[in-house]
């Protein structure tokens, strides 16, 4: 068995992999976000409740060193800028992996999702922001260079040129989420409005919220093309807030077929379909592939 965990700021959630990828057992604690010691405590006590383990393989809403493996996760101080799997791993005599949320997503869909049979998988997160994680293989892809598929920042988009939290300006995910879709609208009309209620307003025939989502549709599709040409990828799962909205999913996967080298009848850009724990399920997935894919 391999214990696998999805750590956000809210809360802790524990389940036990089988060797086929299946989860079970799922639990749920408070997460000691400011107590690196109650936090280590919390994960030690999950594992000895779920017997013998060969592994600890962690999904987190954090970005991770590739060189010194050292966390940057602003929601759970205690972890901020840890070497994480080390520290982990000596608590508990276990060899611990850890995954960032969007690659879990990614790799949880390729294997078990919308996107298994595929060979060549973009995840793409289209939450609050956007995120990404490219799998080729069965086999999350990572690198020295740092940071594989955060396609999401880059100065890229020319107008309406926003900056963006990571210090350039014209990021796709200053535009490309929730916030960028709110954001898009408001500099668009003259007026906020939620995300929900623009895809509603769109879906009802609006004309405000239909120039808004062609306007996000085209911003976001030429980068997407270049992505699928690029990656030879050719299954796109979406997830995060805005995949609930299948017509926009479809609206976007239309925009990008139109754009790339390859033509197809059939969608490439789809609302992911691994379930409700892609953390969870992908943590599972490293843990399996870390101990060679089988005997777990
Ligand atoms: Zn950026």
Redesign the pocket.
Known sequence: MITCFDIGGSAIKCALATADGRIGGLTRVPTPAHDFGAFTAAMQALIEAGGPSRGVAVSIAGVLDPLDGRIKCANIPCIDGRTLAADLGAAFGLPVWIINDADSFALAEAQAGAARGHANVFGLILGTGVGGGLVIGGRLIGGPGGFAGEW??GPVVSSPRFP???G?SG?L??IGGARGLERLYRSLNGRSMDSREIIAAWQSGDADAERTIACWTDLLSGPLAMLVNTLGASMLPVGGGLANSAPLIARLDQAVRARILRKTGQPIVVPGQAGAEPGLIGAAWLGLDKLGGAHA
């Open positions: 999401g920042h963006c939290g990571c350039q990021c995910d200053t």
